[in-house]
């Protein structure tokens, strides 16, 4: 077991432990965001530098701070480690800058994509970014392509994650997807134009951060916010038949993993169940998914609803209105 | 009296053949050493040259040797790093192409002092060249019996393998290397775990050295430890190769005993011969282009007055306010016409086109870097312009998976330190900077056109 404080708090994790994931043992605001860390696929991490942190002494024997900032999600802990996460206003400069450098050649097209809502870069732009850009210059662009009937790949809002490229290695038999070229041309491949088509192929969608790989047969189907989020199984041979079923009245939009709260999933799902049971009769539905993010979808916290709290707020709501028509309400924005 | 242990055949007629370089005096470190030696003994003369890695950052050799970890039960492996990319840098390619039994011999030793049984020459895949004369070299060592089993009836046996690369740049960091060597895209891998002493080439123990390092090898076993730690100054010990470039009379690889002033190497006729054209001296890159770039005053003496000497300290003597560090020794000087900025978004283009692309800093920031320096260069910059660079650099540095991240911000940042005038001219005066030759037609004068004066 390794002692380790993380911005003031002390916590104890078995040796080994990332920084992160000691930091996502005491949870709340001092954890770093992560952008390709992925636990369940291995060898990822370490890429998009969201997770940098200071280390103001690496460990009880050697009471040092490291020279750098370290990723978070792929250094493991030391006995007496002292971490800063946003205490430490390096830190938080050099997040700025990562975040900076992730949208810069992004299209921030969110109004036409689909993952708007539940994207993990708009969550960590609106903490993190600033509300106006630096650059220039003109942004890189692709073509959008189709991988197989089912994905479609924006290269465009890529962030270069690689956790797809490890789904395709890890959970599927024939690897036909990966990286090609280098830098800031670097882009996600399907070998010869293969299309990928196997068992596992569809977790790519659900491991993506952003709106590079989307389902295919949800596109444009709706915003995700105003779908309703049902935790449903069925007996499937293949995988743990475990998913979110995304549905509006009776009609099933799309089937995804089920995601915690770090945006992880923990038990893929087969493209069986994900693109072939759009029936609600196929699943035995367990009830409403919570949603963890603080992202729109999360406002819709419809599985709990307090119906009190809710009819005083709408009270709440009216009064406030006429307030302002009336022009005598205390509370009244001036305008 | 200069020495020279690298170059100092390498004017003899067919030293590339083994019968040659045999009749020099070549292989016979080999014979002292498996005849004579323990791996240890190999080992510890290496640790007692002082010799430092010769491939860019200058790490001790002989300590590196130690970190292997021969009792792990797994092969080890010897890399040798022959991607020779940085630009400004062209010395290992005179080795291997001139004297290649000289990186056999070298690599032979170390092999023995590591225990490995299998080496390999991981190559730059535009010296394709030079790939017919390691083979050639490789096989006639073969044929007399310093490769294969049982060399020379000692019980220690190695093949080395040549391979070329495809022809990147961050194939020369070392994990990105093996990752290439294993087949696959050259990506650096993450320092914890993927240190090669430990978990190297297939997760073995790997020592990765460079060319001129490990060729360096047999003139210490012949010499001895001691007696080649007497040459140079201080930690800076040996010689060391500099491939000279740029505006000087005499371009070249030179051998040179670490501890030459940096004057008497810019000027004497020994040397690089002088300023070409008659010119005066306006900047020196001193190791390759990833170092910071100092102004004639403070290339030639330190910022505390005292005359700067190519060795790893003097060199790097102010840290990066008023030194820069001798890196890979890749020497390119700038007369007074150079255009910095043009100068600086060469390099960024480079830095640039060579990111893998694996971390966001890189990827993003070394486009963004280039696009901007091409636009105050062709006379589109902004007065924010420069503050941005700078900017961008910071925010790159320190904060990416391998060095590529620093050896693109460090130009930028010291190029803005030491030359922002250059920078503000073009801000200033668009219509003259279009004109690729501006600086040769008029060159700057110091202090003349600053916007803040
Ligand atoms: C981007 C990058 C490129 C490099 N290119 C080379 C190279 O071409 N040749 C080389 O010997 N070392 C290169 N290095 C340094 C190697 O990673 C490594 O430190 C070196 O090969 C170790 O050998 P040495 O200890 O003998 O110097 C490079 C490092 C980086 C970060
Ligand atoms: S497509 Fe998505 S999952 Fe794949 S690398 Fe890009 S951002 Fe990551
Ligand atoms: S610093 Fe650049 S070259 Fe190095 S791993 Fe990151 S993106 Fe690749
Ligand atoms: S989450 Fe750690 S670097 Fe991306």
Redesign the interface.
Same mark, same amino acid.
């Given at each position: 077991m390794a002692k380790i404080t993380i911005d003031g708090i002390e916590t104890e994790v078995p040796d080994g432990t990332t920084i992160l994931n000691a930091a996502r043992q005491i949870g709340g605001a001092i954890v770093p965001p992560a952008m390709c860390y992925y636990t369940s696929l291995q060898q990822s +991490?370490?890429?998009?530098?969201?997770c940098?942190v200071r280390v103001a002494q690496a460990s009880a024997r050697d009471p040092r701070p490291l020279?750098?900032?370290v990723?978070s999600c792929?250094?493991?802990v030391q006995d007496g480690m002292i971490v800063e996460n946003i205490t430490s206003p390096d830190v938080l400069e050099?997040r700025k +800058?990562?975040v900076?450098?992730?949208l810069?050649?992004h299209p921030l097209d969110c109004p036409i994509c689909d993952q708007a809502g539940e994207c993990d870069l708009q969550d960590l732009s609106y903490a993190h970014g600033l509300a106006t850009t630096?650059?220039e210059?003109?942004r890189?662009t692709f073509e959008p392509i189709d991988i197989g009937d089912k994905i479609k790949l924006h290269m465009t809002r890529c962030?270069?994650c690689?956790r797809c490229t490890y789904v395709a290695d890890q959970l599927t038999d024939e690897r036909r997807h990966?990286?090609l070229?280098?830098?800031?041309?670097?882009e996600i491949g399907t070998y010869i134009q293969k299309a990928i088509d196997n068992d596992f192929s569809g977790n790519m969608i659900d491991v993506c951060p952003v709106g590079a790989l989307t389902d295919r047969t949800f596109r444009f189907k709706s915003r995700v916010w105003f779908t309703r989020p049902l935790d449903a199984h069925r007996n499937c041979e293949k995988c743990c038949g475990k998913v979110v079923l995304w549905t509006k009245g009776e009609e099933v939009l799309r089937v995804t993993a089920r995601k915690d709260k770090y945006g992880e999933v923990h038990e893929f799902i087969c493209n069986e169940c994900r693109f072939e049971h759009k029936n609600l009769s196929d699943w035995v539905v367990e009830g409403p998914r919570h949603i963890d993010r603080h992202s729109v979808i999360s406002q819709n916290h419809y599985e709990k609803i307090n119906l009190v709290a809710l009819k005083k707020e709408i009270e709440r709501q009216i009064q406030f209105q006429k307030g302002r028509t009336n022009g005598n309400n205390p509370n009244a924005l001036t305008a | 009296m200069r020495r020279q242990l690298l170059l100092k055949d390498i004017n003899v007629p067919g030293i590339q053949s083994y019968d040659v370089y045999r009749r020099q005096g070549g292989y016979t470190a080999v014979e002292k050493a498996l005849r004579g030696m323990s791996p240890e003994q190999v080992t510890e003369e290496v640790k007692l040259s002082g010799l430092r890695g010769r491939g860019g950052a200058g790490f001790p050799t002989g300590l590196k040797w130690t970190f292997i970890d021969r009792k792990s039960g797994k092969p080890v492996y010897l890399v040798c790093n022959a991607d020779e990319s940085e630009p400004g840098t062209f010395k290992d390619r005179y080795l291997l192409e001139h004297i290649p039994h000289l990186l056999i011999e070298g690599m032979i030793l170390a092999s023995y002092a590591i225990g490995a049984n299998t080496a390999y020459i991981y190559m730059r895949g535009e010296f394709r060249w030079i790939f017919p004369i390691l083979e050639r070299a490789i096989a006639e060592a073969k044929a007399a019996g310093f490769l294969g089993s049982n060399i020379l009836g000692s019980g220690f046996s190695l093949e080395i393998h040549v391979h070329p690369g495809g022809g990147?740049y961050?194939c020369g960091e070392e994990t990105a290397l093996l990752e290439s060597l294993e087949g696959k895209?050259g990506n650096p891998r993450?320092k914890?775990p993927y240190f090669p002493a430990v978990m190297g080439l297939y997760h073995c123990p790997t020592l990765v050295n460079n060319v001129e390092t490990l060729a360096t090898v047999p003139s210490i076993i012949t010499m001895g430890g001691a007696e080649y730690a007497r040459i140079g100054v201080g930690k800076s010990t040996g010689t060391k190769l500099i491939s000279a470039s740029g505006h000087i009379n005499k371009p070249g690889v030179y051998e040179i005993e670490l501890g030459l002033p940096v004057e008497e190497f810019i000027y004497s006729d020994e040397y690089c011969g002088g300023i070409w054209k008659g010119r005066q001296l306006k900047a020196v890159v001193a190791g390759g282009s990833s170092v910071p770039i100092l102004p004639a005053d403070l290339i030639l003496k330190t910022a505390k007055g005292e005359p700067r000497l190519m060795t790893y300290e003097s060199l790097a003597e102010g840290g990066f306010q008023t030194g820069t560090m001798l890196g890979s020794g890749g020497f390119i000087v700038m007369d007074e016409t150079t255009c910095i900025v043009r100068n600086l978004w060469n390099f960024t283009r480079f830095y *640039? *086109?060579?990111?893998?692309?694996?971390?966001?800093?890189c990827?993003?920031?070394?486009?963004?870097m280039e696009?901007?320096l091409h636009r105050i260069e062709h006379g589109e910059g902004r007065p924010h312009d420069i503050d941005?660079l700078d900017d961008v650099a910071?925010?790159i540095e320190?904060?990416?998976?391998c060095p590529l991240g620093d050896a693109a911000a460090w130009p930028v940042s010291s190029a803005i330190r030491h030359f922002r005038e250059d920078f503000e001219y073009h801000i200033r005066y668009p219509e003259k900077v279009r004109n690729p030759k501006h600086f040769e037609i008029e060159p700057l004068v110091p202090r003349r056109h600053l916007a803040t004066a």
């Open positions: +991490g370490g890429k998009c530098r969201v940098l020279p750098k900032l990723a792929s250094t493991p050099a +800058g990562v900076e450098f992730l810069i050649n630096r650059y210059e003109e890189r962030i270069l690689y990966g990286v070229n280098r830098g800031d041309r670097a | 990147a961050i895209r993450l914890p *640039h *086109h060579e990111s893998c692309g694996q971390c966001s800093p990827r993003e920031g070394t486009g963004w696009k901007v941005l910071k925010k320190g904060k990416t998976i």
